[in-house]
């Protein structure tokens, strides 16, 4: 169960990270206007003005105000931006981030479709493999810091303008899925059990095999019972004599019972002592058929 929280917790945090326009935001100072403008105005309009925009992966942010920047709306970028100041460094971490939110999808399914069954050692080695993957695609995406637009935003320009990006609130909730993608590695690679069939069987687990023997002795021992009562019990008394082999047992020590074999005769008790057989005869209603 906690597998699957931190996974479905850290996919959450992955996606909103990478599609979030103010992973960072950078200042720079130029003298072209504001972040919208760098790539198309070539011409300075005077003296440098410090600027502040927010910044994503995939996005950036686009302020209602020129006064205020952090409120606005995300907007993607433009292949002119990317063009503009698109290197190599951002693209990988735009590369990165896409795995990070497929391989986050993929890990949170496998790890659902698994919560009800038990994991083989194929299985937890292919979920450790993919966790493992997705907390290093998460940290390689925190390589937009090296890029151009965090570095030398006018370079493109011919200009040697240092801009620098600080870690905004996409940023911070990638640290977050960073963290819950090493919390769920840590559990799939340490706290789930391979199953037992895939290991040795230990010799007091009982299997399958062992369980269907013992019921098979089981039902064997229950027919032996079951003759072994048949043949000890006496025959069955003919309707006729009945009524007459109903006797009291009572006496001294010794004693045994001995009905009388004829249907005519009547009841009696027969008890065995130390000094012979003593007979007593017991008179009882019969019962007429009718």
């Known amino acids: 169960m906690g597998l699957i929280v931190s996974c479905i917790v850290a996919l959450s945090a992955t996606m909103y990270s990478m599609s979030s326009c103010r992973f960072a935001y950078v200042d720079f100072q130029s003298d072209r206007g504001d972040f919208s403008r760098l790539h198309i105005d070539e011409i300075p309009d005077g003296n440098p003005v410090k600027y502040r925009a927010g910044v994503g992966l995939f996005s950036w942010l686009l302020p209602y105000d020129e006064d205020d920047w952090s409120r606005g709306r995300c907007v993607g970028y433009t292949e002119a931006q990317l063009d503009f100041f698109g290197d190599g460094v951002l693209q990988f971490s735009r590369v990165f981030g896409m795995i990070s ?19 083989t050692r194929c299985q937890t080695f292919s979920m450790n493999l993919i966790l ?21 935003l006018l370079s493109s320009h011919g200009e040697s303008a240092a801009s620098g990006c600080t870690l905004d609130q996409g940023g911070l909730v990638a640290v977050t899925a960073f963290m819950f993608w090493c919390v769920a590695f840590s559990m799939s690679l340490f706290h789930i059990q391979v199953l037992a069939q895939d290991e040795e069987i230990l010799p007091d687990t009982p299997t399958t095999v062992d369980l269907d023997e013992r019921d098979e002795q089981r039902g064997q ?16 008394a003919d309707d006729s004599t009945s009524t007459s082999r109903w006797f009291l047992f009572c006496g001294p020590r010794g004693q045994s019972v001995q009905p009388s074999s004829s249907p005519s005769a009547q009841p009696q008790i027969q008890y065995v002592d130390d000094d012979g057989v003593q007979e007593v005869e017991l008179h009882l209603p019969r019962k007429s058929r009718n």
């Open 101 to 119: 939110v497929l391989g986050g999808i993929v890990a949170t399914f496998w790890a659902l479709f698994l919560s009800c069954r038990s994991f």
């Open 132 to 152: 493992g993957g997705l907390v290093c695609c998460v940290g390689l995406t925190f390589f937009m810091f090296r890029s151009q637009v965090c570095q030398d």
């Open 221 to 236: 021992l229950m027919d032996e019972r079951k003759k072994r009562r048949e043949e000890q019990a006496p025959p069955e």
